[in-house]
């Protein structure tokens, strides 16, 4: 349990973008009519965005970037740090898109420009990083941009995945107050013997690219793909997703002594629907505090938690002081809940690109 307490911190506007290009899931082509109808019920997902080969996640990142600034009314040369959390990085090894997004947004090259390549919990961890580097106030302002795009990562043959995912990027501005009158509170966990879980295994260096990463294979009846795209073990994720998460937020009201029942939200990441509910249940919290975006924009990895605030809450988080609770979970494996207060914060619409 690696608890963590930030104080001088609030975030102050969130933006979400998605390709225009929607992918209905029970059209996809690997699906049998009865398979169609199932993945939904037990999902969720109805459709999701998916973009095309020419976009990129820091294009998507940008824009929702470009609409926060226009909300605001920040000045660029404000932000002293843009951190980019994500897997689908511009460049896989090298340079960093935080460096780039730095150069296409415009910001003063005196600013710390970093990259994080989480999945699934990756809101989370990068709300703990950039408040952390900010609370001693050095840090006035942060961009975060998080988010995924699996698309190009995933084989469109692969009915365990593809169907499931989505792209959408995000931008979050925080930004150091010391009035500020809730601390933000966090619980990380990493457990790396599930490595395997949820892994593309031949683009690095432990498993390098070679021609024959580009064979495709099938593995069986409607999963079909090649060594560089993505791969989920279903049943350990899942043995993972319907323990881990529940035990990380029950720990995390524990360790800082709130009472859970009277959050206003629970932004959980969306998983799928089936996993989230018995989260939910578990935490014994009403259909109310637990909104879903999963039926439109499906699992976005890390972009999951933003999107739901947009999408979902956004009336509520734009109206009033919100006491929310965040918790995203996934590859690594690796897991983290926040205890985060927003008050009358920017929130805009869901952008499509």
């Not at 929702?64 to 000045?75: C, R, V």
């Not at 710390?112 to 709300?127: I, Q, T």
């Not at 979050?172 to 790396?192: C, I, R, V, W």
């Not at 009846?221 to 560089?228: A, D, Q, T, V």
């Amino acid at each position: 349990m690696a608890f963590l307490e930030v104080k001088n911190v609030e975030i102050k506007g969130v933006a979400t973008a998605v390709p225009k290009q929607v992918k209905i899931a029970k059209e996809q082509p690997f699906f049998t009519d009865i398979e169609a109808d199932n993945f939904t019920n037990v999902t969720g997902v109805i459709s999701s965005h998916v973009a095309p080969a020419d976009m990129t996640l820091s294009d998507l990142c940008q824009v929702a970037a470009e609409k926060l600034f226009e909300a605001s009314g920040w000045e660029r040369d404000s932000i002293d740090l843009i951190m980019f959390v994500s897997t689908s990085r511009d460049f896989y090894i090298c340079p960093n898109t935080a460096n780039i997004l730095q150069d296409k947004l415009g910001l003063k090259t005196s600013i710390m420009a970093l990259d994080l390549p989480f999945a699934c919990s990756g809101y989370v961890y990068g709300l703990s990083v950039a408040s952390s580097l900010m609370q001693s106030g050095q840090l006035k302002r942060a961009l975060l941009c998080v988010g995924e795009m699996t698309s190009k990562n995933q084989s469109n043959l692969d009915k365990t995945v593809w169907a499931l995912h989505g792209d959408a990027g995000s931008a979050t501005f925080l930004e150091y107050n010391p009035e500020a009158k809730h601390p933000m509170q966090f619980n990380l966990g990493s457990d790396g013997s599930g490595w395997e879980a949820i892994i593309c295994r031949e683009v690095g260096v432990r498993y390098p690219t070679t021609p024959d990463s580009l064979i495709v294979k099938k593995y069986e009846e409607g999963i079909e793909r090649n060594g560089m795209q993505c791969s989920m073990d279903g049943m350990s994720v899942f043995s993972f997703a319907i323990t881990r998460p529940g035990k990380c937020i029950k720990e995390l009201a524990e360790h800082f002594d709130f009472n859970l029942p009277d959050i206003d939200y629970l932004l959980i990441h969306q998983a799928n629907k089936m996993i989230d509910e018995k989260i939910r249940k578990k935490l014994k919290l009403s259909e109310e505090k637990v909104p879903y975006s999963m039926p439109y924009f499906g699992n976005t990895s890390s972009c999951t938690i933003p999107i739901t605030m947009t999408s979902q809450v956004r009336n509520s988080l734009e109206s009033k002081e919100n006491e929310l609770v965040m918790c995203g979970f996934g590859s690594g494996l690796s897991w983290g809940s926040a205890h985060i207060y927003t008050n009358k914060i920017i929130c805009l619409p869901v952008i499509e690109v």
